[in-house]
């Protein structure tokens, strides 16, 4: 019972989904027989069985009943859950997800199709169901030893003949080649040409007419005596047909079967040693185009890989066809023979690909656009060359009307589309590259002009190429008869992107104009302060500029980022958000840095560091070298560099703000003249005043306070000199060395800081008159 109501129950399945891809309204199911038995009237059947038996009409089939199965299983009258939606997700209606179907339903529809031409092209269970079949057929069997015994007779005896011929027609055949003419030689008697006056530049002109009738000259001579090595090369294969028809007229060739089967492997022999006889003919040592024996030798080897797999392979498709193979597994046969020798062709292609491509390519020196594109085509001809080949083939595989024809006009139409693309390109290039020629009055006011304009050229010429690139690649699709323009009519894919790619595009150039003008405002404020002699301002802008920079960076890429992303329908409002969520909770993290980039802001807006200066940070001394929003750097004395985040700066020493006083501490002996003294410091320091070296680091003459301490061994003596920051250490420096000397010659006694003890001791005479008066009072 129930597996008559499964039975009913498929059986209504099927035709439903019959009656939805044939289009045809459902009739109403007949009435349950006996027994609840389903009931199918005869063209009900038929169409079931159409179904089952084809392999699209039955993927649809599945299709159709999962599409019912799936509807079946939810509750009647239920609605299905609104799909949940990420944050960030690409919107129903946005240029991504249109982007992202179109290219999903494009791909499905060009695999669709890849499978039903492989389906179409691979028919080869039937070539094994007739291997199988053959084999275990007794009187397939018998038939095959008939013919192998009756093959080998035929042509051992058609080869015994081809042998004899074969042998007596060497003579000659050494006799024609050894006549064959090898150099050209043109008599001028034979070549009556009238030729004008010609002028020097006229003379290649004159060689090269001379050696085409050369060559043409030579041709004539040397085809009698190629077309009698031809005919005499080809007698041992008439001889091996002859012999091989002649027994196949005898009884040999019966029955019919056999007759034909031995036929069809004479004929292919005899076919191919004639094709291989031509190739040798045309091309070789004695052929007539003659070539190098190691060309020729190439030649002879490919020729005879092609002909030998083509004819070999067609031969046996035949005898199989002959043989009870079906016409599906023949065809299959043939289009995989045909395959191999047009993939041998592309080995070919490859190989010589060097060669060839020299014999394209432009002599050297030669300039022009000619030039040019020949150069280029030099470079790819092997693409276009590979194309064809495998599209030939395609063309007869599938069998399409008017194949060959619309080939051609696809290929010639590619092709010059190809080389209007690459001419339209390399134009344009050229006028790009002359727009970027800047005038020398211009370079003389913006001096970094040309650099910046230079940093965006290679960009933009790969921007331009891609732009004509991609109207090339329509134009070609539209050679190729897919209606491309279609895709750029108004609500289609192809303007939302256009339209996207566009704003893209003009937003990013916008940032890219706001970017180099900030920064040749900046630069150009910089000099312009250096030049009028405000080194301060200067130095406090060349320090901010790093960190302007950066956060302008930051701002405009974060804009177009935001406008690319709006552009194909993410919602940016969440993305923001996010931002703002993920920007507190790491300042609440990193309250260290935090603390760094604000002391570094405040730092740098009240001035108190510039690149440049000498300060002491953290206990470290050196000069600045970068200060950004979060480190100072600088460099020390001994070369050292100091890295010092902001958040460690308690104390800043700058040393670098405009005056640097040199002081003047000098100890004198006790006895030394000490008016005399400060009198020569004076001196000193006027010298140095009236010396063009120190004359702009010295801002004063010396202050010379006086006599700031005394004791029994010396006198300190102590004052200052006003000089600017940068010339202290200079002016002390010399300072010093200059009062040493002066010192010197006037004989002024530095005193030394170490303490000198003097002791008298008594002579020994009056030692010994003290020791005998106290004895006498004693």
């Known amino acids: 019972m129930s597996q008559r109501l499964s039975s009913a129950l498929l059986a209504a399945c099927v035709f439903l989904a019959i009656s939805t891809l044939s289009g045809a309204r459902a009739e109403p199911a007949p009435p349950p027989a006996t027994g609840n038995a389903a009931t199918l009237s005869p063209e009900q059947?038929?169409?079931?069985?159409?179904?089952?038996?084809?392999?699209?009409?039955?993927?649809?089939?599945?299709?159709?009943?999962?599409?019912?199965?799936?509807?079946?299983?939810?509750?009647?009258?239920?609605?299905?859950?609104p799909e949940q939606k990420s944050p960030a997700s690409l919107s129903a209606d946005g240029l991504g997800a249109q982007l992202l179907l179109t290219v999903s339903e494009e791909i499905g529809e060009i695999s669709r199709q890849v499978a039903d031409m492989a389906r179409t092209l691979t028919h080869f269970p039937a070539f094994y169901y007739w291997i199988v079949r053959t084999a275990n057929d007794p009187a397939a069997y018998n038939l095959l030893i008939e013919i192998a015994w009756k093959l080998a007779l035929v042509f051992g005896c058609a080869f015994c003949a081809e042998w004899l011929i074969f042998r007596l027609i060497r003579r000659p055949v050494a006799f024609l080649e050894a006549r064959v003419p090898q150099a050209p030689h043109v008599p001028t008697q034979a070549l009556p040409i009238i030729e004008p006056p010609l002028s020097v530049a006229a003379e290649p002109e004159l060689h090269r007419r001379r050696a085409s009738l050369a060559r043409a000259w030579q041709l004539l001579l040397r085809l009698p005596f190629v077309l009698g090595r031809l005919v005499i090369e080809l007698l041992p294969v008439f001889v091996f047909v002859g012999i091989a028809t002649t027994l196949l007229g005898t009884e040999i060739g019966e029955p019919a079967t056999v007759r034909l089967v031995i036929l069809a492997v004479v004929n292919a022999y005899a076919f191919s040693r004639g094709l291989i006889c031509l190739v040798r003919a045309l091309a070789g040592p004695f052929g007539l185009f003659p070539v190098r024996a190691e060309t020729a030798a190439y030649i002879e080897i490919w020729a005879r890989r092609i002909v030998g797999v083509g004819v070999s392979g067609i031969a046996f498709a035949n005898v199989a066809l002959l043989l009870g193979l079906h016409r599906a597994g023949y065809a299959a046969l043939l289009r995989m023979v045909m395959l191999i020798m047009h993939l041998f062709i592309v080995v070919i292609i490859l190989q010589c690909r060097r060669q060839v491509a020299e014999a394209i390519r432009a002599p050297a020196g030669r300039q022009g656009l000619a030039a040019r594109v020949r150069n280029r085509v030099a470079s790819i001809w092997h693409y276009p060359a590979i194309a064809l080949d495998l599209a030939l083939w395609a063309v007869w595989a599938l069998n399409i009307q008017n194949g060959y024809s619309l080939l051609l006009q696809y290929f010639v139409g590619t092709i010059a589309v190809a080389l209007i693309t690459r001419v339209a390109i390399m134009v344009t290039l050229s006028l790009i590259d002359r727009g970027f020629r800047i005038n020398p009055e211009i370079l003389q006011r913006f001096p970094g002009l040309e650099i910046r304009a230079n940093r965006y050229l290679p960009l933009l010429r790969k921007i331009v190429s891609g732009i004509i690139a991609f109207i090339g690649f329509v134009a070609v699709l539209e050679v190729w008869g897919v209606d491309a323009i279609v895709w750029f009519y108004g609500g289609q894919i192809g303007s939302r992107l256009v339209s996207a790619v566009a704003t893209i595009g003009i937003a990013a150039a916008i940032a890219a104009a706001i970017w180099e003008a900030s920064n040749a405002l900046m630069d150009r404020q910089i000099n312009a302060l250096s030049r009028e002699g405000h080194y301060a301002r200067a130095a406090r802008l060349r320090t901010f500029q790093p960190m302007l920079r950066t956060v302008l960076l930051c701002l405009i890429a974060t804009v177009v980022g935001l406008t690319a992303l709006s552009e194909i329908g993410v919602n940016v409002a969440p993305l923001l958000a996010g931002a703002g969520i993920v920007g507190i909770a790491i300042g609440f993290g990193s309250q260290k840095l935090v603390q760094d980039l604000i002391t570094g802001l405040f730092l740098l807006l009240e001035n108190t560091v510039q690149v440049g200066d000498t300060v002491s940070v953290s206990g470290l001394t050196g000069v600045v070298e970068n200060v950004s929003i979060r480190t100072i750097r600088l460099r020390a004395g001994d070369g050292s560099v100091h890295i010092v985040p902001f958040?460690?700066?308690?104390?800043?020493?700058?040393?670098?703000?405009?005056?640097?006083?040199?002081?003047?501490?000098?100890?004198?002996a006790y006895k030394a003249d000490t008016d005399r003294a400060g009198q020569i410091l004076k001196d000193i320091v006027d010298e140095m005043r009236r010396e063009p070296e120190f004359r702009a680091a010295i801002r004063g003459d010396l202050e010379l306070w006086g006599i700031d301490k005394v004791d029994g061994s010396m006198v300190?003596?102590?004052?200052?000199?006003?000089?600017?920051?940068?010339?202290?250490?200079?002016?002390?420096?010399?300072?010093?060395?200059?009062?040493?000397?002066?010192?010197?010659?006037?004989?002024?006694?530095?005193?030394?800081?170490?303490?000198?003890?003097?002791?008298?001791?008594?002579?020994?005479?009056d030692a010994a008159s003290n020791l005998t008066l106290r004895r006498a009072t004693g």
């Open 647 to 668: 958040s460690a700066v308690t104390t800043i020493t700058n040393s670098s703000r405009g005056a640097g006083n040199a002081s003047v501490s000098v100890n004198v």
């Open 45 to 81: 059947a038929r169409r079931a069985l159409d179904t089952l038996q084809d392999d699209q009409k039955r993927a649809r089939m599945i299709d159709t009943l999962r599409a019912i199965a799936s509807v079946s299983d939810q509750p009647q009258g239920a609605t299905p859950a």
């Open 716 to 765: 300190s003596i102590v004052g200052q000199i006003r000089c600017t920051d940068s010339g202290r250490w200079p002016v002390q420096r010399e300072f010093n060395r200059r009062m040493k000397l002066r010192f010197q010659e006037n004989g002024i006694e530095i005193a030394s800081s170490a303490q000198t003890i003097l002791m008298q001791i008594a002579a020994p005479a």
